[in-house]
């Protein structure tokens, strides 16, 4: 690599494949050597070690202070090269993209399912600093890298959700002394209060086709799920129930959505389907679920479930299997990866909020690095071409 080079790549690809739960990658104390050409490579010093494939490549500076990148993930067993790629012109800050681009072609490579790691990720930071709280909302790469502040408040910002292209953010602002959903683009350029009517105004989820946002209101007196249309502004009233229905997730074909209601006196997650309106309950397991997301493929409905505690539990809707994910105490906001392989989540820490991974099999999880304060409210974005 370049000498004093501003990125370890090798570092970011490792803890990118670690993250996703499908490998183990070898730590450099134990490599037996460091080739960076094909040529270099003497696959009999790395048979023992039980190694399928090699990532090799280097990392050069060019006149001008941008970089080259050359990089080749090589079969070990077979000794041949799988892929090769060079980048060249690449700036000092967009060093860490490429390192998710290469995770994205490995993973691509091995498992045949399309890497998520060059994605983003939106979550909100809450800082006390001396008696008053600061409310960030933020983007960051998906490991948590490179965080951009989007909008700062001393009121509480909620539920931030992320249009199917990427480039808004719905969310609930309490900046005019109570809850209304705005729509935002990343850019800036645009801002708009979408619902402040009275009572709640709350849990924006935006339609798979962007045309739509899903939101809980009370204005009708009890809190009920509305769809609006976001060229009309007009309402339709989805649920009509006493008690409080919230959290909605759309199905991955926009047809119906999945919500969270008490109205069995309890939170369960139930389904509206948008053409007959009809309801029905869907998850049985345990007297506490809520927070439904949906996977991108509508298989796997993610929640948070309450036992001993709560935790991110994953219900397969095809076969109906129920599985608990996680084992820390307090578990919140599940969102899934855009290629629905991962989890994030926030997780309470010893008293503090913090954003977590873990893979849909459960196999392994991972804490993500986020600097400022307490950590709350993850969305995962969609894939960004």
């Not at 993850?378 to 894939?383: D, F």
């Given at each position: 690599a370049a000498k004093d080079a501003p990125e370890d790549l090798s570092a970011i690809i490792a803890a990118d494949l670690r993250r996703s739960g499908h490998f183990r990658p070898l730590s450099n104390a134990n490599l037996p050597a460091l080739p960076h050409e094909p040529e270099q490579i003497d696959f009999q010093q790395w048979r023992p070690l039980d190694v399928d494939n090699m990532v090799i490549g280097r990392l050069l500076e060019e006149?001008?202070?941008t970089y080259q990148i050359d990089m080749r993930f090589m079969d070990v067993l077979r000794k041949k090269q799988l892929i090769g790629k060079r980048w060249t012109g690449i700036k000092k800050d967009n060093l860490r993209r490429i390192a998710h681009q290469i995770s994205?072609?490995?993973y691509q490579e091995l498992t045949g399912v399309r890497g998520a790691f060059n994605t983003q990720i939106a979550y909100v930071t809450l800082r006390k600093v001396g008696k008053k709280r600061l409310y960030t909302l933020e983007i960051s790469d998906s490991d948590g890298y490179n965080p951009q502040p989007i909008l700062k408040s001393n009121d509480p910002i909620m539920s931030p959700s992320w249009s199917p292209d990427g480039t808004k953010l719905a969310y609930v602002s309490f900046e005019s002394g109570r809850s209304n959903v705005i729509v935002q683009s990343l850019d800036?350029?645009?801002r708009q209060v979408v619902a402040n009517y009275k009572g709640i105004n709350s849990a924006p989820a935006w339609?798979?086709?962007?045309?739509?946002?899903a939101m809980t209101l009370s204005k009708g007196g009890s809190a009920d799920i509305y769809l609006m249309d976001l060229q009309t502004k007009r309402l339709k009233q989805l649920t009509r129930n006493w008690s409080i229905e919230t959290e909605a997730a759309w199905s991955a074909n926009g047809k119906s959505l999945f919500f969270n209601s008490d109205r069995r006196g309890q939170p369960q997650v139930f389904q509206v389907f948008l053409d007959t309106g009809e309801i029905r309950r869907v998850t049985f397991n345990g007297r506490y679920n809520a927070n439904p997301e949906i996977s991108p493929d509508g298989r796997y409905l993610a929640m948070v479930h309450g036992n001993k505690g709560f935790h991110i539990a994953l219900q397969d809707l095809y076969t109906n299997d129920f599985t608990v994910l996680t084992d820390s105490f307090l578990d919140e906001s599940p969102t899934f990866s855009p290629n629905g392989e991962m989890i994030l989540y926030a997780m309470n820490k010893s008293g503090r909020g913090e954003l977590a991974v873990v893979a849909i099999d459960g196999k392994t999880s991972q804490t993500l690095k986020v600097k400022n304060g307490e950590v709350r409210e993850?969305?995962?974005?969609?894939?960004l071409d």
């Open positions: 006149p001008g202070g994205d072609l490995i800036g350029t645009y339609s798979p086709d962007g045309q739509k946002l993850p969305a995962w974005g969609p894939y």
